[in-house]
């Protein structure tokens, strides 16, 4: 798996992007480009359009202006599952898992759907993948719970295995919606670890919403803020957390 | 839609020795159908009805497991059933083969133009679509009288067995065991299939369709595999049943029916396979001793088992059993958390 | 001491009777009805009948000493249900002889099924004609007329009372029935009076709960007369929606099942409509009505449901009738205590029977040939309800097709002599 | 004034609270913490009658809860907010504010009084007053759940999750407000529960650290260095 | 097509409309509420006109005048709504609201099989007719076409009425708010102390009585017989689903379409009648899967 952008085309690419929803703007014109092996942190106001932009992004929100171009090809047209195929995968807010199905379960049905549904009498028990899946459960550290029924586990496992079931697709762009909130904060930074190293391991370039300026100064290698509907500053988490409006902002005086 | 019971990923391929039981019970339960001619002929035509009928239900059952549940799916039952009548009128002689691969076909081909409307919809929906396509068929069979024989229908006479023609009694006899081995090998198949990733994932449908959406597949696709297939066998029940009656009445597609078709999978145990066939096979002899017995109340009765069993044991028939036998699920205790922690 | 007595000749015969290994303690009837469903306006009444009918036998010794036992089958309760039912009682209930059925679609289904199981079968109110003309049967009869005799009756009493209208519409419900009545009935009409247009045709749903848009479709059509042969709730709503926004003063109306409604419909069936009863069965039958069995039939019937009786208590007056009349013949012309099966069915061929009606008897396709009565109706202020006038009852044999042809080529072949041709007793009411 | 005694809860057959045995005084603010799944949306859930409880007792005012209906509670003196705010869309802001009152069937002065309160609480909420609830922000929206609960919460006034979702600048308005509650009436109770403890520092009286179904008094010291 | 039959077709398909709205109108409050498909409703309209049958006869044979019935038939219908409403909501759906969908349309499923043997247990299997009330009220004569004032008139006119009470009632009473609010979240309801068993209670009662009423008015122009309430039921079904589930306004126009479509189809092509409703609901919910007035559930993720 090699992700590699070639000729210096953004690995995601939006341009002038507008969607409103009622009286509120929830993007507002954005343009932003995402390069290739990075790990790009979005943070911002509650009600900027974080999860917005998410959202269409992976084609669940159709722009009333503006497209979305994955390695220049034009994909604002496409149904999320499209866009899936294409190798982006999303890990959400809330996680999003098959509650009836164990852990180990949502993975294998992840790594069926990657590779295709060919024999109807197999079981899914027996797919190949099954040692590749237990191994991302391994590193996600879920593998204890691995034949525990999804609606059994905590909200902060949950959050991993939906991270692990968007890994198990094999993207090149995973994006994720506050991969931590959930996740108790004395146990923030070593998800965080695990799963950049994670992301570094398979080569993949990611995108994440948070709002815990600690684990965006440590794990981002770039910082995108949002504010009202559009990209108000961009740069290294050493540029952004400093600067006085994004203190003012997001951040809040009584932390600075 | 949630359902009572979270299903194992296969009724019998978990080790230990409870599940053997159930094999050793389900392998009995075959045999004594088997043994229904010699031992109790009179009930044969009874439980050959309620064999095709399980196969219909067995149909329903499917969409139960992606937490859809049809009101109209007497509709591919129909419309095999009629494709086999007409068959025969204009084919006189054709083969048994002829008429189930012709009917089953039938239902397919419906299932899926069907299908590819209604699985843009979920829960009431879906259900109350159902139900429209098979009252507009109700109404066509009951209105184009010159063609469909209207409210009495069409005779589908005996059609030959592999070439040969038959009396009644060895046709009978043809149909039973043929019966018994559809359920069998339709049965086996079915749950192969719910333990196959694309049976998983059909059951998805039910839980996360965001996620199934992002994992790449498409949820109506996904339904629509799980939807044919459930029409299919639909239809395999609905040509079992004409040509065990020999006639074909727009009864077969009445709302009613549908309704009961789900009736029996809840009481033989939403979701459950052995439990579509033992379900049909108990709601028959109720339904026909009740009849009997009690003309005038037969559905006061069976309103009232159903209530019984919904109230007090919502893992149906196949939930009691389990009981008894001690194979105690582990989904059942998966269900009561899935239905609380929302 | 009537109980002693009885006692006492029980003993005294009981030992001979063992002797005739053959004789059953009961004999076991089998009986489809609707107990369920809308039908049922047909088959609970029907039901009623036959259990004062067995009564009545059991208690003057029963058949040859054995008393009789009916089984009923609900034929609401689905095909499933009746097949199986229907064959358990056979296979394994012991039934000697099955009267089904009500519905024409059950005894299409129930014939040939009989037929194979080889029990007698007494097709006691069914009225699709086709059954004998497609099929023929060894273990099959009809204890009744069908849609052709009950159909040219009306035909022709129309034509006799009304010589002189133009257009027809017609109402039928949208089943085999309505579809089948309608055919018979145009195309006798057709033949008998070419010059009558049919203006309207509708075939409402079976069971419509309104009328009302065919109402005004009628009103604004003005036939001369209208036709309908619903039955039950659909006609009672027909009749009361047309009668309560003037139509029946307009047109008039053939019902030729409506002697069915006549207590339902009250004072809703004015004067001047004509009224058929599917045979010669009317509780004031000016035949029979002074006849003592049939007076003390009608109070034990009306005592016992608070009704008077309606058709299907004629045609299961006929079944029974024929039951009996067949085992009588048979044990007398073979000179046993109790026949065996193939003598039953032998003493069926050209039997004669007399239910609450005329006389009948069966021909050699196993049909019934039964008299047709029909009558105009009048609200004479004797009944809270409309009763006949100008009653015709019409002798049965010519309103049918000779045998071995088919019904709707044989009228095509008739002309307005037909009506003419017919045996025809006219009473004033 | 709120008392556990020996409560048990469960979700299906998962055990989430396990003999739990506190109290909670008048006028305290108690800061309920611990991770998610801890228990403490249970332990809410439970006091309103949402979730059945097994075994134990819960006291208010020295008076059992297990007799009151759910929907009683609230007329004790009882104001819930719950985490997802869940408010009702098809009313204006104010609608939903007014709600309880109607509910309680409180009469036109009482509640005239209780609506003008919230408001000298939550400013704010008077200028959104017609606004459809549904077309509120997710942190005004938390905003106009506080308001809603404060209309019956006279005595005790539980909030989860206040904080949740909340960007920083907004949580210190929420903040506010609930300082300005408790100025304008300290005789309430509150109970705040919280995932990150960081946020209610310097404001709650007391500390209870929930943890597997089971409480222990706890302080709300930072546990670690984030920025 | 003439503007003569146009308009007597229009008049038919209203008159027929207006019977059918009030029959959906209970169906879709109590689905717009509890989330509920009630299968049992078609009982309740049928037993609705049992009991004004019934009473209206005893009544009216005690030498009342026919216009007596009128309340009889409020009677009858609430007679169904305390009487059959109450204890069906408060003896099985209550224990049931937690459970599927599935199991909760059973549950009325039965509930309607086994009311269907109780009517024929009580009344018997013969049709009744009642119509004094009917006859009381006279016709009316539009293009030398006769009407009952009753199904031409009075009909619309309740139906009209009750669209509009209920729509009031819903708004601006405290009741109404209080039914609104337990209709979008029950438990956060409950959280602000809206009882919401008895919100279910009363607006399950008061569906009730609407298939009460629905029936009490429709008896005076039908034959009361067993069987009557499961057509009417798939009737209303496809009326409250073409609306849009829970839409009380959309199930008016809905009724509308689906009466005129059928009267249109009587005076033009009357063999495709029957077909007319299933054929508007396809055709809807193709177009517009969440019916006619219904708004698309957003998923949010």
């Not at chain 5, 956060?188 to 102390?193: L, P, V």
Request: proline share 4%; net charge negative; with cysteine.
């Amino acid at each position: 798996m090699s992700a590699t952008s070639t000729s210096g085309t953004p690995l995601l690419e939006t341009r002038d992007l507008v969607i409103r929803f009622g009286g509120v703007t929830a993007a507002d014109n954005v343009s932003m480009q995402i390069e290739a092996w990075r790990n790009l942190a979005i943070i911002g106001p509650n009600g900027a359009g974080k999860t917005t932009f998410l959202n269409i992004c992976t084609g669940w929100l159709k722009p009333q202006q503006g497209k979305v171009f994955l390695e220049g090809e034009d994909i604002s047209a496409l149904p999320p599952r499209k866009i899936v195929r294409r190798g982006v995968a999303r890990a959400f807010q809330i996680p999003q898992l098959f509650t009836e199905h164990t852990a180990l379960e949502n993975l294998l049905i992840s790594a069926a759907a990657r590779e295709g549904l060919r024999n109807p009498l197999q079981s899914l028990h027996r797919i190949r993948q099954r040692d590749e899946m237990m191994h991302l459960l391994d590193l996600v550290n879920c593998a204890d719970v691995a034949d525990r029924v999804v609606v059994e586990l905590s909200e902060g496992q949950r959050k991993l295995i939906d991270i692990a079931v968007a890994l198990a697709l094999k993207p090149r762009l995973l994006l994720m919606d506050e991969p931590t909130s959930g996740v108790a904060s004395s146990q923030k930074h070593e998800v965080m670890e695990i799963l950049v190293g994670a992301l570094a391991e398979a080569g993949v370039t990611s995108v994440f919403v948070e709002h815990d300026m600690g684990i965006v100064s440590r794990y981002a290698d770039e910082v995108a803020v949002w504010n009202a509907g559009n990209v108000q500053l961009r740069g290294t988490p050493e540029e952004i957390l400093e600067h006085p409006d994004v203190i003012r902002d997001v951040i809040g005086e009584e932390v600075a | 839609m949630r359902d009572t019971t979270r299903h194992p990923t296969s009724d019998s391929a978990k080790p230990g020795a409870m599940p053997s039981i159930r094999a050793i019970l389900t392998l009995l339960g075959i045999l004594l159908l088997a043994a229904v001619p010699f031992i109790a002929p009179s009930m044969q035509l009874l439980i050959n009805l309620a064999l095709a009928k399980g196969l219909a239900v067995l149909g329903v059952t499917v969409l139960l497991r992606a937490g859809q549940v049809s009101f109209g799916h007497a509709l591919f039952f129909g419309i095999s059933a009629y494709v086999g009548a007409f068959l025969m009128a204009s084919l006189p002689g054709a083969d048994l083969i002829l008429v189930l691969v012709a009917g089953v076909g039938g239902a397919v081909v419906s299932g899926l133009l069907v299908g590819l409307f209604v699985v843009r919809y979920r829960g009431i929906f879906f259900g109350m679509l159902n139900l429209a396509f098979s009252m507009i068929f109700w109404s066509i069979l009951e209105k184009f009288y010159h063609v469909t024989g209207g409210a009495d229908g069409i005779r589908l006479a005996r059609p030959s067995v592999l070439g040969m023609a038959m009396e009644r009694a060895g046709f009978e006899a043809v149909i039973f065991y043929l019966s018994i081995v559809l359920m069998v090998v339709l049965g086996w198949f079915t749950l192969r299939w719910f333990a196959s990733p694309v049976g998983q994932i059909f059951q998805t449908i039910k839980t996360n369709e965001t996620r199934l959406e992002y994992l790449g597949l498409s949820p109506r696709r996904v339904l629509l595999s799980g939807y044919v297939l459930s029409a299919a066998l639909c239809g395999v029940g609905g040509s079992l049943m004409a040509l065990t009656q020999g006639v074909v009445t727009p009864e077969y597609v009445w709302w009613v029916r549908s309704a009961e078709m789900v009736f029996i999978a809840v009481l033989g145990g939403a979701g459950s396979v052995r439990g579509a066939f033992i379900g049909a096979l108990i709601y028959e002899v109720v339904r026909i001793y009740a009849s009997a017995f009690a003309g005038d109340i037969w559905q006061l009765l069976l309103g009232s088992f159903l209530l019984v069993i919904i109230l007090f044991a919502p893992g149906g028939i196949m939930g009691i059993a389990d009981t008894l036998i001690g194979h105690r699920k582990k989904s059942g205790q998966r269900a009561a958390t899935a239905e609380e922690a929302k | 001491m009537k109980n002693l007595l009885t006692t006492t000749m029980l003993c005294a015969v009981l030992p001979f009777a063992a002797l005739a290994a053959d004789k059953p303690e009961t004999l076991k009837i089998g009986m489809t009805t609707f107990l369920t469903g809308p039908a049922s306006v047909f088959g609970v009444p029907a039901r009623d009948a036959m259990n004062i009918l067995v009564e009545n036998i059991n208690s003057q010794g029963g058949v040859n000493g054995v008393p009789i036992e009916v089984t009923y089958i609900d034929e609401g309760a689905g095909a499933e249900a009746l097949t199986s039912e229907f064959r358990r009682l056979v296979q394994s209930g012991g039934a000697e002889v099955m009267l089904a059925s009500i519905s024409s679609g059950n005894c299409q289904t129930l014939a040939p099924l009989a037929e194979d199981l080889k029990v007698p079968n007494l097709m006691w109110d069914c009225g699709t004609q086709r059954i004998f003309e497609e099929n023929s049967y060894d273990y099959v009869f009809r204890t009744q007329g069908n849609a052709t005799s009950e159909m040219l009756a009306a035909v022709t009493y129309l034509l006799k009372t009304n010589p002189d209208f133009k257009t027809i519409a017609v109402v039928n419900q949208d089943y085999a029935w309505g579809r089948d009545s309608w055919d018979i009935f145009r195309t006798a009409l057709q033949v008998m009076k070419p010059d009558v247009e049919v203006v309207g045709e509708f075939f409402p749903k079976f069971g419509a709960p309104d009328f009302s848009t065919e109402i005004s479709r009628l009103q604004a059509l003005r036939p001369d007369v209208i036709l309908s042969t619903s039955w039950g709730a659909d006609l009672d709503t027909f009749v009361q929606q047309a009668f309560q926004r003037g139509l029946m003063n307009t047109s008039t109306f053939v019902l030729p099942l409506a002697e069915s409604s006549l207590e339902r419909l009250g004072s809703s069936l004015p004067a001047g409509h004509i009224v058929g009863a599917r045979g010669d069965h009317y509780f004031l039958h000016p035949e029979r009505r002074d006849d003592a069995d049939f007076k003390s039939f009608m109070a034990q019937y009306t005592e016992a449901t608070g009704d008077i009786p309606v058709y299907p208590v004629f045609h299961a007056s006929q079944a029974i009738a024929a039951l009996t009349a067949a085992y009588d013949k048979a044990i007398a012309e073979n000179g046993v205590d109790w026949p065996s099966k193939e003598q039953l069915v032998a003493a069926f061929e050209g039997l004669e029977f007399q239910g609450l009606g005329r006389s009948l008897h069966l021909r050699e396709d196993n049909q019934g040939v039964e008299s047709q009565l029909m009558g105009t109706s009048v609200q004479s202020g004797d009944y809270p309800f409309a009763t006949l006038e100008n009653i015709m009852i019409f002798d049965g044999e010519a309103l049918l097709p000779p045998l071995g042809e088919v019904s709707l080529d044989w009228i095509k072949g008739l002309d307005a002599g037909f009506a003419d041709s017919l045996t025809i007793s006219t009473y004033e009411n | 004034m709120l008392e556990f005694r020996d409560v048990s809860a469960s979700i299906g057959i998962i055990g989430i609270l396990r003999n739990l045995t506190f109290r909670v005084e008048t006028a305290e603010t108690l800061a309920l913490i611990g991770r998610n799944g801890a228990g403490k949306t249970t332990l809410l859930r439970t006091i309103m009658g949402f979730t059945r409880m097994q075994a134990g007792e819960i006291l208010f005012e020295g008076k059992s809860l297990g007799p009151v209906a759910p929907p009683k509670r609230p007329g004790l003196g009882i104001g819930y907010s719950p985490e997802d705010r869940r408010l009702f869309s098809a009313f204006t802001v104010e609608e939903n504010i007014l709600l309880p009152a109607d509910a309680a069937r409180l009469g036109p002065v009482e509640t005239r009084r209780r609506l003008d309160r919230v408001y000298d609480i939550l400013p704010e909420l008077r200028e959104m007053a017609n606004r459809p609830a549904g077309n509120v922000s997710g942190g005004q929206g938390k905003m106009v759940a506080l308001a809603r609960a404060l209309m019956l919460g006279t005595k005790l006034v539980m909030l989860d999750e206040p904080f949740q979702g909340l960007a920083p600048a907004l949580a210190m308005r929420y903040a506010d407000a609930l300082r300005a509650l408790r100025d304008s009436d300290r005789s309430i109770t509150l109970v705040i529960t919280e995932s990150n403890p960081s946020l209610l520092r310097g404001f709650a009286s007391r500390t209870l650290v929930i943890e597997r179904g089971e409480v222990s008094e706890g302080s709300l010291d930072p546990e670690r260095k984030t920025a | 097509m003439n503007l003569t039959i146009f308009l007597l077709a229009l008049f038919d398909g209203i008159s027929y409309a207006a019977l059918v709205f009030i029959v959906a109108l209970g169906l879709t409050l109590i689905f717009g509420v509890m989330r509920i498909l009630n299968v049992a409703h078609g009982s309740l309209y049928a037993i609705g006109a049992y009991v004004t049958v019934s009473l209206s006869g005893y009544f009216l044979a005690l030498g009342f005048a026919p216009v007596f019935a009128f309340p009889l038939m409020i009677v009858s219908a609430a007679l169904v709504g305390v009487a059959l409403g109450g204890p069906i909501e408060w003896l099985l759906l209550r224990r049931i609201y937690d459970k599927p969908e599935v199991l909760q349309l059973l549950v009325t499923f039965a509930v309607f099989m086994i009311l269907e043997d109780v009517q024929r247990l009580v009344w018997g299997s013969q049709p009744y007719f009642e119509a004094r009330v009917l006859q009381a009220l006279g016709n009316v004569t539009v293009f030398g076409v006769t009407y009952t004032v009753y199904q031409l008139i009075l009909l619309p006119l309740v139906a009209t009425g009750l669209l509009l009470g209920l729509r009031f009632f819903l708004r601006r009473t405290v009741i109404g708010k209080l039914i609104l609010a337990t209709t979008e979240d029950r438990e956060a309801a409950q959280s602000i102390g809206i009882d919401a068993d008895r919100v279910f209670l009363f607006t399950f009662m008061v569906g009730a009585v609407l298939a009460g009423l629905g029936g009490a008015l429709a008896s005076p122009t039908t034959s009361i017989l067993p069987g009557m309430g499961a057509d009417m039921i798939v009737l209303s079904f496809a009326v409250v689903a073409t609306a849009g589930l829970g839409q009380i306004g959309g199930a008016a126009v809905a009724a509308l379409m689906i009466g005129l479509g059928r009267s249109f189809a009587v005076y033009v092509w009357p063999e495709v009648a029957v077909l007319v409703p299933y054929l508007i609901m396809v055709l809807v919910l193709l177009v517009r899967p969440e019916g006619l007035f219904g708004s698309p559930v957003a998923r949010k993720i």
